[in-house]
């Protein structure tokens, strides 16, 4: 499977961004979808990730209430809604995707994924 995320962008402060992650190829096998997001100077972190096929959604507490992660499984495309952003979300967000089947809670961490895409870079100015 490849993943190509976009949508990112230069916003204000409460403005709104979707990102999407379009997947292709071999898709079958694909069990988690998931969001990071890596700011300048840290570690990559966790933001949201979906069970696949499914509707298991788990979130970072940080985005809690502002983001929401969706699929379109007949377009094999998964979406990051953020909502109200912030100047503490500026980051390049990625997505990934895992064959590993689990429970959602496991799709927090990024060692669960084996495929990445490029990042999509979010700006945020306050």
């Known amino acids: 499977v490849q993943l190509q995320a976009s949508g990112g962008g230069l916003v204000q402060a409460g403005d709104s961004l979707r990102l999407s992650c379009a997947t292709s190829?071999?898709?079958?096998?694909?069990?988690?979808m998931g969001w990071f997001h890596q700011a300048p100077g840290k570690e990559r972190e966790f933001v949201a990730a979906l069970t696949w096929p499914g509707n298991r959604t788990v979130y970072a507490d940080s985005v809690k209430g502002r983001f929401t992660i969706s699929g379109n499984n007949a377009e094999n495309t998964v979406y990051l809604q953020m909502n109200n952003l912030q100047p503490e979300d500026t980051a390049i967000y990625y997505c990934?995707?895992?064959?590993?089947?689990?429970?959602?809670?496991?799709?927090?961490?990024?060692?669960?994924?084996?495929?990445w895409g490029r990042g999509t870079l979010v700006t945020v100015s306050s």
């Open positions: 990934a995707a895992s064959s590993y089947y689990s429970s959602a809670i496991r799709y927090t961490q990024a060692a669960t994924y084996n495929t």
């Open positions: 190829g071999r898709t079958v096998g694909t069990y988690g």
